[in-house]
Nanobody, 118 residues
Framework: QVQLVESGGGLVQPGGSLRLSCALS???????????MGWYRQAPGKQRELVAT???????NYADPVKGRFTISRENAKKTVALQMNSLKPEDTAVYYC?????????WGQGTQVIVSS
C-alpha cells in the first residue's frame, strides 16, 4: 500500500495562485510511472469531484471548471505530482486530495485545505 502526502494548501485571495504537491512513498520510481495520478476536491456539503489526472506518459485530463486555470504535472524520478492553480475563484474552495491508481487499486492522501476568499 502506497502512502500519499499532500502539501501547499492555504488561504489565497480571488485571482491568486497556489501550488499543491503530493509525494508518494511505498513504491519505486520505476513503478510510479505506471500509476495514474489525480487531484480531486471536496467542497463543504458537496461530493468529491475530479479536478485533473495525469498518466505516466504525461497525458492529462481536466474537469471543465478548471480548464485553462489549473495545470497538473508529475516528476516520476521524485514520485511527486503537482497542481498549479491560477486565477483562483471562491468556488475553488475545497479540501484537495491526491489519488494514486494502479489498475483497480486506489490510494488517497489525507487532503489539504484550499480557501479562496478576500
Amino acid at each position: 500500500q502506497v502512502q500519499l502526502v499532500e502539501s501547499g494548501g492555504g488561504l489565497v485571495q480571488p485571482g491568486g495562485s497556489l501550488r499543491l504537491s503530493c509525494a508518494l512513498s511505498g513504491t519505486t520510481f520505476t513503478a510510479f510511472r505506471f500509476y495514474i495520478m489525480g487531484w480531486y476536491r471536496q467542497a463543504p456539503g458537496k461530493q468529491r469531484e475530479l479536478v485533473a489526472t495525469i498518466t505516466g506518459g504525461d497525458r492529462t485530463n481536466y474537469a471543465d471548471p478548471v480548464k485553462g486555470r489549473f495545470t497538473i504535472s508529475r516528476e516520476n524520478a521524485k514520485k511527486t505530482v503537482a497542481l498549479q492553480m491560477n486565477s483562483l475563484k471562491p468556488e475553488d474552495t475545497a479540501v484537495y486530495y491526491c489519488k494514486a491508481n494502479l489498475g483497480t487499486i486506489e490510494s488517497w492522501g489525507q487532503g489539504t485545505q484550499v480557501i479562496v476568499s478576500s
